[in-house]
């Protein structure tokens, strides 16, 4: 099915299902045409870009409006399961922006530099929040829904967490310090950047208009009935079992009761989390990068097989066939989305249709026209 603009709409049944955990005969798809290099799908836009302390201003939309018709062009041929969506640039640091970080753009890098030089002048006089930054990542969602006009969904902007903002305003290594050394100040930052993630949330989601009936998340690519999205804490990989669940686990929790669907993010030095995170009960998906650094699928295959059990799992990486077909026999359909990465469209669609041969070849004989023949709203 596709609207006017010849856009295709999700696989209705197939999300449905995936949200449902349902018995599913593979699971959910979702492409994803580039790298995980953020800076490389936005060449245009920040190439025009000045070179400098940023201020709100700066971020000028306009210079962005060829990637992000590139990008639709590019995703909607692939014949995913779910579209893709638009979303704020992924380069900007919004909420450490937001939480007062001073915001640096060199060459295609965009960072934020700490503040926060101790906690007691914090205490006192509490965080310093730039409205300019939560007004632009506002506006920015709003010119999104205008250029769509309905051809493609615009989602969240994927915010960093709790502890990834602290990272950004003490740094990194100074936050692991201040576990030991400062916990309960750091325990009562956690809870007002937490606070600070669920407002720039509700802020962006009053802008967004539904898609074929629904919503969808960012970067990795769902589609629900219900509004939902990501969050992040790549910080958590200089933490520990003990530190999380003494520091970062509840303001995580938090973050998962913000929406009516949500997602955490993980790289694999994270996944020591997911012991708690299957724990969390408004926490909807889990999902996991497959890194060009860190481990391979099959040592993360008990991992999945533990969030499967619990949750939903979704996969993104440039994922072989060995890959694949070790999941199709370690794991369950049911509940489990995959987003495959490639080069081009072409190759995007070609890893799709691979994918869909390796889980059709597991059950010979079976009407595979089934799901086709479901009712698709």
Not at 101 to 114: K, L, S, T, V, Y
Not at 157 to 178: F, I, K
Not at 261 to 268: A, E, K, P, Q, V
Not at 341 to 347: A, H, N, R, S
Request: aromatic fraction near 10%; hydrophobic fraction near 45%.
């Amino acid at each position: 099915m596709t609207t006017p603009f010849q856009v295709p709409h999700p696989d209705f049944a197939r999300c449905d299902a995936f949200w449902a955990r349902q018995e599913s005969d593979r699971p959910l798809l979702a492409g994803w045409v580039g790298s995980y290099e953020a800076s490389q799908l936005y060449p245009v836009g920040l190439s025009r870009l000045p070179a400098k302390a940023l201020e709100p201003a700066d971020i000028d939309f306009e210079l962005f409006r060829e990637d992000y018709e590139r990008l639709f062009a590019d995703h909607k041929g692939t014949g995913a399961d779910v579209p893709w969506a638009a979303f704020p640039l992924m380069v900007v640091p919004w909420l450490e922006a937001i939480c007062g970080c001073p915001i640096q753009h060199r060459d295609g890098n965009i960072w934020a530099e700490p503040w926060l030089e101790d906690y007691d002048r914090l205490e006192e006089k509490g965080l310093r929040l730039d409205h300019a930054w939560l007004d632009r990542l506002v506006a920015f969602t709003r010119w999104l829904v205008d250029l769509s006009a309905g051809r493609f969904p615009v989602a969240l902007s994927l915010l960093r967490g709790p502890t990834d903002v602290l990272a950004a305003l003490r740094g990194a290594q100074q936050m692991v310090l201040d576990f030991y050394d400062r916990p309960g100040p750091v325990a009562r930052l956690l809870d007002r950047l937490a606070t600070v993630w669920v407002q720039a949330v509700q802020a962006q989601l009053a802008q967004i208009r539904p898609f074929a009936g629904g919503y969808s998340f960012s970067v990795q690519t769902l589609w629900a009935r219900r509004p939902g999205g990501w969050f992040q804490d790549d910080a958590i990989a200089y933490s520990s079992p003990r530190f999380y669940r003494r520091l970062s686990r509840d303001p995580e929790a938090r973050l998962s009761q913000a929406l009516p669907l949500t997602g955490i993010h993980l790289h694999s030095p994270a996944l020591f989390t997911v012991d708690d995170l299957v724990e969390m009960p408004d926490l909807d998906v889990i999902e996991v990068n497959l890194d060009v650094v860190g481990l391979r699928i099959p040592e993360m295959i008990p991992r999945f097989q533990q969030i499967l059990a619990r949750k939903r799992l979704f996969v993104w990486g440039a994922l072989t066939a060995a890959d694949l077909k070790l999941m199709r026999d370690q794991l369950p359909a049911r509940g489990l989305a995959l987003q495959l990465m490639g080069d081009t469209p072409e190759q995007v669609r070609t890893l799709l249709d691979q994918a869909r041969a390796i889980w059709r070849s597991a059950i010979p004989g079976r009407d595979w026209q089934e799901w086709n023949q479901r009712p698709t709203e």
